[in-house]
């Protein structure tokens, strides 16, 4: 009986990476929230730290031109604390797995450096002291917010007697030390300033400045409205279990532990006036935990009551039909990319044309790349080498590639700054200046419609004509076929809308290819 319960949890366990694959192999790429890290591991990756670490002046002279944050620096600086990791895990990988897009391996390798569950039923006498330690580290180095976080889950430990006051200081203190310690130390040398705390920065342009409200604001219950049903994602969760695991005597005490101070930190910081759900995410276990013994305590009490029976079979529906949810926005989520699509429709055509007309002179291509291309997937892990990173072999067979990202608005409304490019990927072609040819046309995902067996046939010839190749794939296209059949023609369709335009230079001596044509 113990080894079958062990075989389950291990199963169980085994869920969790393989679904974070599937989403990694189905929807790879990064938004501009990420950007910062996700470039920060291509450089240090493919560039190394030597230049930091050991300055010269020829190695400074392409520090610039090799690192992404020395020329696209941000409002305030970031860590390096988390990039630094994240490269020196995925290093052995991508020297094993080269024919692997190294963002992949990045992304897969992210889940290494995420603690794993411990299992049995010992308890955890040094809990709250490790916590407090972890937590003020992770908040000096990376996010300022959970200093709130830290102090509702401190004074709840005191009230409780979990802590002592001395215990906590000297926690708080090796945690501050730890903390201080790596980011200071690795971010000076990476932003060439010293002494840098960064997550200080962000916090006096954020809180104290109040900058953040560039960004947008919410109404103060988004995040008890909307931020965290998004979140927890099945309604039963709220609804049912959470209820059930407070009314009961035998899990309220644990329940009230767990999700308590987490919500007082919700409540605490919805005064904040520009709101993400990424603040709030760390509070998301503490309540599917709470929610599980809820749903535990109903589970096993099946045999005893209908009421029982009836709401297991809601709590099996809710999963099934959460996790089908869950799979259909994974495939909505692939077509929130456009500025990735454009970028390998882009290297395709390039190289097509350059394959059948190899006599060509042309060995480098210039691109620009508008700010919503480089918002939505546009990374360096992406990009081809440019031309100083291919050997010198007297031959034109390897084109090198210089890509742009200029936001200057002076320089962009300069017709000399255009002519220096061949390609552009750009939302609004009217901003482009010069003589330009659209060769093709990247989709996004722009919300949903239903489709009534009447207007199927009409609806499948529209979107499919205007695919592109890149916004409507085999698994989405099963899944409607299939669906259909169920519903007899009635289905709830995926809306696309042009969103990234790929476009040509045109010169006088090369006629132009349009829409998958010769040029």
Same mark, same amino acid.
């Given at each position: 009986m113990v080894e079958q319960r062990e075989r389950e949890d291990a199963a169980i366990a085994a869920l969790i990476p393989a679904t974070i694959l599937l989403h990694l !192999?189905?929807?790879?790429?990064?938004?501009?929230?990420?950007?910062?890290?996700?470039?920060? $591991?291509?450089?240090?990756? /493919?560039?190394?730290?030597?230049?930091?670490?050991?300055?010269?002046?020829?190695?400074?002279?392409?520090l610039k031109d090799h690192y992404d944050h020395l020329t696209f620096t941000g409002p305030v600086p970031r860590t390096f604390v988390g990039a630094l990791a994240l490269a020196g895990a995925s290093w052995p990988l991508t020297r094993i797995l080269r024919d692997?897009?190294?963002?992949? !391996?990045?992304?897969?390798?992210?889940?290494?450096?995420?603690?794993?569950?411990?299992?049995? $039923?010992?308890?955890?006498? /040094?809990?709250p002291r490790q916590f407090i330690t972890i937590v003020t580290a992770t908040g000096i180095i990376f996010r300022s917010e959970l200093a709130l976080l830290l102090i509702h889950h401190t004074l709840f430990c005191l009230i409780n007697h979990r802590l002592t006051l001395r215990s906590t200081i000297t926690a708080g203190c090796i945690g501050a030390a730890i903390g201080l310690a790596l980011t200071v130390s690795i971010d000076s040398v990476f932003w060439r300033r010293f002494p840098l705390w960064p997550e200080l920065s962000a916090f006096s342009y954020n809180v104290i400045q109040s900058q953040s409200s560039k960004w947008g604001t919410s109404p103060w219950h988004s995040y008890f409205t909307s931020s965290l049903p998004r979140l927890l994602f099945d309604p039963l969760i709220y609804i049912l279990c959470l209820p059930v695991a407070f009314a009961q005597p035998a899990t309220r005490r644990q329940a009230i532990n767990l999700v308590l101070p987490n919500v007082a930190y919700v409540s605490l910081y919805s005064l904040q006036p520009h709101k993400e759900w990424r603040f709030v995410v760390y509070i998301i276990p503490s309540l599917l935990t709470a929610a599980a013994m809820g749903a535990h305590w109903i589970w096993i009490r099946q045999p005893r009551a209908l009421v029982y029976r009836i709401l297991s079979l809601a709590l099996v529906a809710s999963v099934i039909g959460s996790f089908a949810a869950s799979g259909s926005m994974l495939m909505i989520s692939r077509l929130n990319y456009p500025g990735a699509h454009a970028l390998n429709r882009l290297h395709e055509l390039v190289q097509l044309h350059h394959t059948k007309h190899s006599d060509e002179k042309q060995s480098v291509v210039r691109v620009h790349m508008d700010t919503l291309s480089c918002m939505t997937g546009v990374t360096r892990f992406l990009q081809h080498p440019s031309p100083d990173a291919l050997p010198n072999t007297?031959?034109?067979?390897?084109l090198g590639w210089i890509y742009d990202k200029t936001e200057d608005e002076e320089k962009l409304l300069d017709p000399l700054f255009w002519q220096q490019f061949d390609w552009a990927l750009a939302e609004r072609v009217e901003r482009i200046i010069g003589k330009w040819e659209v060769v093709d046309t990247v989709d996004a995902y722009s919300g949903l419609r239903i489709i009534r067996p009447d207007d199927a046939r009409e609806?499948?010839?529209?979107?499919?004509?205007?695919?592109?190749?890149?916004?409507?794939?085999?698994?989405?296209?099963?899944?409607?076929?299939?669906?259909?059949?169920?519903?007899?023609?009635?289905?709830?369709?995926?809306?696309?809308?042009p969103r990234i335009r790929i476009l040509k230079r045109q010169r006088l001596d090369v006629p132009v290819m349009v829409m998958g044509g010769d040029w």
């Open positions: !192999i189905y929807a790879p790429y990064t938004k501009v929230e990420e950007s910062f890290n996700i470039q920060a $591991t291509h450089d240090i990756l /493919n560039y190394g730290v030597k230049d930091f670490i050991f300055p010269s002046k020829a190695g400074s002279s392409q692997v897009n190294q963002q992949l !391996i990045v992304s897969i390798a992210l889940g290494k450096l995420l603690p794993t569950p411990r299992s049995g $039923t010992r308890p955890q006498t /040094n809990g007297g031959n034109n067979e390897t609806a499948d010839e529209a979107r499919y004509h205007d695919d592109g190749g890149e916004g409507r794939n085999a698994l989405l296209q099963g899944t409607e076929t299939w669906g259909r059949r169920l519903t007899r023609g009635w289905w709830v369709d995926v809306k696309l809308e």
